[in-house]
């Protein structure tokens, strides 16, 4: 099926088409089936391109339902930082040094760069484990501030500066830090440099429920809606619906209102060859084209996006509980372009 990208504002605010068909049957069916192994009560799917744009929701949601983005937030991150860098705030490459001063391990992280952290060659060791778990089920309502969780990391598992990509939330959370020193606030700094252009009205740092905001359940059932909700961390901040995702990753790779074309091709390339990492977003193709995107897993979220370079299609799927989001969205990708 040969599809081609409408412009940006044509796309973002097109009606939905209003007839069902062998496509949408096909995808609402993948996700009917993807609920029924998992532990969430509602997944959304959003597929788009220049012609065809679905919504599909499958349990107790609705398409502007909001979820906890978990890892997905941090494509979000990056781009906030790379827009500070663009307009001279930051430096890319320079040594963090006084910028993660009074944080813990801040002898360490002042070595590395920004460049380090988002693409996670900075060696620094993770601070998710089973200590700050437990601690973040007893007080799930605690909003911990940076400190508080670098805190959980060991610096005698530190690797040394350019070590081999390794995947570690440290560096989003520093990379948070950074953002809040520079705009006083993380939720300051994402709504100026990311929700603000991209008119991404559904999303926040955090929420304190309300109205069309996913419970999230864990493999066991049980409600975790409050450890998420409360995640503000750089390494997973964001609760937002799929129509801003969508908004977020269009305007992100087909405009400059975020950052600039160079700025682009620098986030987009692979920070060490075979990592299929870039800054913040994932470097990857199948059998219908390479993508760029990222996945998001947490005790009440699985969440993942994929943008295919070459017609601009995206995929975005949503769920509030455990789910294998990799066999959803192969899945969801063979069906859409599958003759």
């Given at each position: 099926m040969l599809r081609h990208a409408l412009p940006l504002a044509a796309l973002l605010f097109a009606a939905p088409p209003s007839y069902a068909g062998p496509l949408e049957d096909a995808l609402t069916d993948l996700i009917a089936e993807a609920r029924a192994q998992s532990s969430a009560s509602a997944v959304v799917l959003l597929a788009s391109d220049g012609d065809e744009r679905f919504v599909l929701v499958d349990g107790d949601g609705t398409p502007e339902t909001r979820f906890y983005l978990a890892s997905v937030g941090k494509t979000l991150v990056a781009a906030a930082v790379l827009n500070a860098v663009e307009r001279g705030a930051l430096d890319l490459d320079a040594p963090l040094g006084a910028q993660v001063a009074g944080l813990p391990m801040a002898d360490l992280a002042a070595t590395r760069s920004l460049r380090d952290l988002l693409n996670h060659t900075s060696g620094l060791p993770d601070y998710l484990d089973d200590a700050f778990f437990e601690d973040a089920a007893a007080r799930p309502s605690h909003r911990w501030s940076p400190a508080e969780a670098l805190g959980y990391a060991d610096p005698a598992e530190a690797l040394p500066r350019g070590s081999p990509f390794e995947y570690t939330n440290t560096?989003?959370?520093?990379?948070?830090?950074?953002?809040?020193?520079?705009?006083?606030?993380?939720?300051?700094?994402?709504?100026?440099?990311?929700?603000?252009?991209?008119?991404?009205?559904?999303?926040?740092?955090?929420?304190?429920?309300?109205?069309?905001?996913?419970?999230?359940?864990?493999?066991?059932?049980?409600?975790?809606?409050?450890?998420?909700?409360?995640?503000?961390?750089?390494?997973?901040?964001?609760?937002?619906?799929?129509?801003?995702l969508e908004r977020f990753v269009r305007t992100l790779m087909e405009s400059d209102r975020i950052i600039g074309s160079a700025m682009r091709a620098q986030m987009l390339r692979e920070g060490q060859s075979g990592s299929g990492y870039g800054l913040g977003i994932g470097v990857d193709g199948d059998d219908w084209g390479d993508w760029f995107g990222h996945s998001g897993g947490f005790d009440g979220a699985a969440t993942d996006y994929r943008y295919y370079a070459e017609d601009g299609t995206m995929l975005i799927v949503l769920a509030n509980g455990d789910l294998d989001t990799d066999w959803v969205m192969d899945e969801a990708a063979a069906i859409w372009f599958g003759d």
């Open positions: 560096n989003y959370v520093l990379l948070g830090a950074v953002l809040e020193g520079l705009d006083g606030s993380l939720a300051a700094a994402m709504d100026a440099r990311v929700f603000g252009p991209t008119k991404m009205t559904a999303s926040s740092v955090g929420a304190k429920g309300g109205a069309n905001l996913a419970r999230g359940y864990d493999e066991t059932g049980r409600d975790v809606s409050e450890v998420l909700w409360n995640s503000t961390l750089g390494d997973g901040p964001v609760v937002g619906s799929a129509p801003d």
